[in-house]
């Protein structure tokens, strides 16, 4: 059975069988005579038909028409030739090689004295330089070209299971080798040479009297040898109910009644039958279905249930910025807590969709969206820029407040200095909002926030992976989320230093 079905040829209309889904030619429409050779050859797409004139490089080459006179820049003789770039004339490109003796042809120009050999065999061979080894195999001394070799010759030699004719291999195919060539090995694979009779025999008896097991088991050959000449023979495919049959229940040969008896089953007994617990309890059953129904989909509605009430994501809601704001005005009037960290952990759907809108943004600006004022309800903590008793200017109410606490500890001459806003990695930009100085010239880490619940809205993620950063590097640091922490600290580091 062919994997393409028969076309007509969009040139001379004959009907033809594509090796391929884009052939539309037939092969006697795409032969051409070479204009060099005059062999015949067949043009490989249809589109290159009418610029294709020579059946290969070497004709391409030797059939131009230009021609071209070149000095040769070895022996400074003028030769002719088809190619521009040429650079040796065929006396100095020919040499002999110092192993066999045959003469041979250099491709491109190198130095006369590193040409000695015509291939990669005869270099090895006509080494100079011998090396001693052991063989890892039979502990015997043998030399060798190689610097690497492992194994002497007798190890390396294999007899044909075919011919019976012994032959050298290397090393790593001293396990898989079987022929000394390919007609052997086509030989050793079939085991039996082949005659009309026995073409007729299989035509007559499969797949319906014996199966592909039976007749190679007849004829003393392998499966494989049998399926290659059934495909050959333009043979049937054995109907899968009769393999199913003669297998029994040693193996599984999934039919659309059998899938679909296997959902009716499973429904009886109350397993669930979405896609995803399926592939994960029932893989089987689950490939089977989609390679013969297409989808899981298909299958379930070909044992007559509805999809749509299997389906766990039937019912998933497709957030728009007006449902937006309706869910949060619904969540204000019923007092629910409106802060980032709270509803990201108990309305993660409807935060995440706010957050992924392209006219959205946040979790702020959809506050503000529903007509509400995220200051009011993310508490004091959080306002507009606010400048502190030291003239620095914060970015919040509460960080504002802390500097200010900061602030007035060093005028009690509490703490030695104390900085704002000091680079931590150049790489990810991060930056601590306070670092202070004590008296003692020791340091401490301040961050205004940290995971207080009032916090804004922001990289929830990275906040975790700077304190990591902080406890990976020894930093003795502290977060605070509201005024009076920052006092405490240094009073209890103060008590503990005395």
């Known amino acids: 059975m062919h994997r393409f079905k028969l076309k007509n040829c969009i040139k001379c209309n004959a009907e033809f069988q594509p090796r391929s889904s884009t052939d539309v030619w037939c092969v006697e429409c795409k032969k051409k005579k070479c204009q060099y050779c005059n062999n015949e050859f067949v043009v490989k797409s249809p589109n290159k038909f009418e610029t294709q004139h020579f059946c290969s490089r070497d004709c391409q080459i030797k059939g131009r028409k230009s021609v071209f006179k070149i000095k040769c820049e070895r022996c400074q003789t003028y030769f002719v030739s088809n190619s521009a770039s040429s650079k040796l004339c065929t006396e100095c490109k020919t040499y002999d090689c110092q192993n066999c003796g045959k003469s041979f042809v250099i491709e491109k120009l190198r130095d006369a004295e590193m040409i000695k050999y015509c291939s990669r065999k005869c270099a090895i061979e006509g080494r100079d330089t011998k090396v001693q080894h052991v063989c890892k195999n039979c502990g015997n001394f043998f030399i060798s070209s190689s610097g690497s070799s492992t194994l ?17 291999v290397q090393p790593k195919r001293l396990k898989t080798s079987k022929y000394c060539s390919k007609d052997c090995r086509v030989k050793g694979d079939m085991k039996h040479i082949w005659q009309e009779e026995d073409f007729s025999f299989i035509k007559e008896h499969y797949p319906y009297k014996m199966s592909l097991k039976e007749i190679a088991d007849k004829f003393d050959t392998s499966i494989s040898a049998i399926a290659r000449l059934k495909h050959k023979l333009n043979l049937d495919y054995c109907p899968i109910e009769l393999r199913q049959r003669r297998v029994g229940d040693t193996q599984m040969l999934w039919t659309k009644e059998k899938i679909t008896n296997d959902i009716i089953n499973l429904n009886q007994t109350a397993v669930p039958l979405n896609s995803s617990y399926i592939q994960k309890n029932y893989q089987s059953l689950h490939t089977a279905a989609v390679k013969r129904f297409g989808s899981w ?17 039937s019912n998933r809601v497709t957030w728009t910025p007006e449902l937006i704001k309706q869910e949060i005005l619904r969540l204000y009037k019923e007092d629910i807590d409106l802060k980032a960290t709270s509803i990201r952990d108990t309305y993660a759907s409807l935060f995440n969709a706010a957050r992924r809108d392209s006219q959205i943004g946040t979790w702020e600006k959809a506050i503000a969206f529903a007509g509400l004022q995220y200051n009011e309800i993310a508490g004091c903590s959080w306002g507009e820029t606010s400048i502190g008793l030291d003239g620095n200017t914060y970015p919040s109410i509460i960080e504002c407040a802390v500097g200010n606490e900061i602030f007035e500890l060093l005028d009690q001459q509490l703490i030695a200095d104390y900085f704002i806003q000091v680079p931590l990695t150049k790489e990810r930009r991060w930056t601590c909002d306070f670092v202070v100085t004590l008296n003692n010239d020791e340091t401490i880490w301040i961050e205004v926030d940290g995971l207080g619940d009032s916090r804004k809205e922001g990289s929830y993620g990275e906040e975790h992976e700077k304190i990591a950063y902080y406890l990976n590097n020894n930093f003795e640091f502290y977060t605070v989320n509201k005024t009076g922490q920052v006092d405490e600290i240094i009073k209890k580091r103060t008590q503990r230093i005395g």
């Open 152 to 168: 002497c010759k007798n190890c390396c030699t294999l007899t044909c299971l075919t011919c019976g004719n012994q032959y050298q």
């Open 297 to 313: 989909e298909n299958a379930i509605k070909s044992a007559g249930y509805n999809y749509d009430e299997i389906n766990l994501y």
